[in-house]
């Protein structure tokens, strides 16, 4: 089993709805990283966070640590929100805590 | 500013050829990671420079993957007698230094295909 998982592996929605992708993980962490991957391969980091919840703009992230999950959402979602979301968690502090672990990603695709 | 460059951005090369892909990192950033990203995979980490410490190698596949970074800027990787299974495509990061909690900026990559 992936220390992390993300679910749904793909979603398909139309332009306006609310997106949530989930993202379980197995280990002790010190941060969950919400990264985002265009068609083409350029990975953009959205959100690092370690308890609680962010947001900018239309995108909102939480985490619970208690329960090892994170979500991601979109409000409004837009055509050019398609893209591959990733979700990455750091291990604790000391030794290898610069090291990322990631999901496999979920390809969101929103119709107009 | 500039952020990572990568290059090549696509390589295609023959079974048991080497190739080398080259990472520039933002300015000023000491920290320096390689992933891969296989097709229907997630991103694996390879290796990590931070400055001058030695580097954490424990992410190689095989002793056919190296890298070096001089300088603590410019980065190669290299991979000797690729292999049809090397086909990925390479990431580079770079971040500023700090004990907990850095935002990764990734380069474009280079798309590795190996026939």
């Known amino acids: 089993k992936n220390e992390v998982e993300q679910s749904p592996q793909n979603l398909t929605a139309q332009e306006g709805e609310f997106i949530t992708i989930n993202c379980s993980y197995s280990v002790g962490i010190s941060a969950l990283h919400w990264l985002q991957q265009h068609p083409g391969g350029g990975i953009v980091s959205l959100f690092m966070?370690?308890?609680g919840k962010k947001k900018h703009g239309r995108l909102i992230a939480t985490i619970n640590i208690q329960e090892k999950h994170s979500s991601l959402h979109i409000t409004a979602s837009h055509p050019r929100d398609s893209a591959v979301y990733i979700c990455a968690v750091r291990r604790p502090s000391g030794g290898s805590n610069y090291k990322l672990t990631f999901g496999k990603g979920t390809l969101l695709t929103v119709n107009p | 500013g500039a952020g990572v460059s990568q290059s090549p951005s696509n390589k295609v090369t023959e079974k048991g050829k080497d190739v080398e892909l080259r990472c520039d990192p933002i300015?000023?950033?000491?920290?320096l990671y390689w992933y891969r990203q296989s097709l229907g995979q997630g991103l694996e980490f390879l290796i990590y420079f931070q400055g001058n410490s030695a580097p954490d190698k424990s992410g190689l596949p095989s002793d056919r993957f190296s890298a070096e970074r001089t300088g603590g800027s410019v980065s190669t990787l290299t991979i000797q007698r690729t292999q049809q299974e090397d086909s990925a495509v390479y990431l580079c990061?770079?971040?500023?230094?700090?004990?907990?909690?850095?935002?990764?900026?990734f380069g474009p990559g280079t798309r590795l295909t190996v026939l």
């Open positions: 300015s000023g950033h000491t920290a």
């Open positions: 966070l370690s308890s």
């Open positions: 990061a770079s971040s500023e230094p700090g004990p907990m909690g850095y935002t990764q900026y």
